[in-house]
């Protein structure tokens, strides 16, 4: 059993295709991976420069799509210069930079997913304590606190995962350095506290989605009650659009990965796992710009500086 220590770099097996259908690939992941730049990009630049957007709602915002930025580039740039080299191999220091990056943005963007619930239903159950209760220095702290759990769990994740050994076998089954087929192929006898941190994980999960669903069981009645329907419908266009991202991202995550932890994947499970690393960063900006009346306002102030300029 050879140490970890002796392994410089593991095979990414990707997707088994023919090599004009592997140009197609990373041609399609290139124009998804400049799209989700480009769209979170516009949203960060807006809501810092737009005094407007100094919300907590947007803060928020702005940091979502750092993160997405930041899961989506750890892993799509190293796949399309796999697919364009027809090289599979990773070193093992990139390995281990996806397998923190990953699992520290998706961590830290379900913790912040559930922040935003709680933010809009101050705003909505409690529009009077509003600003007492989601003054700066509370959403400064939610983001903080998003950051350092994502940050414990995934320095956690990344340095129980590379503690194993891993023999002769470093094909991973994946596009990118997945901790579960990292788990696959592991001849180390000793995987039950990475088994038992990921199974915490799971319960951390479960436990933001229960939190969101609880918020927005109380924002739904208190919408209800509403008499306007101009103020029902404002209330709405502020709603949705978090909970269409908190769907996407929870919906992806659990086709990516509500399977046997050990169990190998299959070109099915290559696809949701491509679904979920790449369709929330790109399809978030979307959500929150095209159907947002202030980002929209925001884009066109940033585009007639420019243009005076």
């Given at each position: ?100 990056l990953v699992a520290f943005s998706a961590a830290t963007e379900l913790f912040l997913l559930t922040m ?134 929870l919906s992806t995550a659990l086709a990516a990965y509500l399977k046997p932890i050990l169990a190998s ?45």
């Amino acid at each position: 059993m050879n140490n970890m220590s002796m392994v410089t770099e593991f095979i990414l097996m990707g997707f088994a295709i023919p090599w004009k259908l592997q140009i197609l690939q990373a041609g399609i992941f290139l124009v998804i991976y400049l799209a989700a730049l480009m769209g979170n990009g516009l949203i960060i630049t807006i809501t810092s420069l737009d005094p407007g957007l100094h919300t907590p709602m947007y803060f928020f915002i702005r940091n979502l799509s750092l993160f997405d930025i930041c899961l989506i580039s750890a892993v799509v740039p190293k796949t399309i210069v796999n697919a364009l080299t027809h090289s599979n191999y990773i070193s093992f220091l990139g390995c281990v930079t996806q397998v923190f990056l990953v699992a520290f943005s998706a961590a830290t963007e379900l913790f912040l997913l559930t922040m935003m619930s709680i933010d809009r239903y101050v705003a909505i159950c409690h529009p009077l304590h509003y600003e007492v209760i989601m003054n700066r220095g509370t959403y400064v702290q939610m983001i903080f606190f998003s950051c350092l759990s994502g940050g414990l769990l995934s320095t956690s994740h990344t340095a129980l995962t590379f503690t194993l050994s891993y023999c002769d076998l470093i094909e991973i089954q994946q596009f990118f350095c997945d901790i579960s087929q990292l788990l696959a192929i592991s001849c180390s006898e000793h995987i039950t506290a990475e088994i038992v941190l990921i199974l915490i994980n799971a319960v951390l999960d479960f436990c933001c989605f229960i939190c969101i669903i609880i918020s927005y069981t109380y924002i739904f009645s208190t919408v209800r009650k509403i008499p306007s329907t101009e103020g029902q419908s404002k209330a709405y266009s502020t709603c949705i659009p978090h909970l269409s991202v908190v769907v996407l991202f929870l919906s992806t995550a659990l086709a990516a990965y509500l399977k046997p932890i050990l169990a190998s994947a299959s070109f099915t499970d290559l696809i949701l796992s491509a679904f979920y690393i790449m369709l929330p960063p790109s399809l978030n900006p979307i959500i929150y710009g095209l159907r947002n009346k202030a980002m929209k306002l925001g884009l066109e102030k940033l585009t007639k500086n420019l243009l005076s300029k």
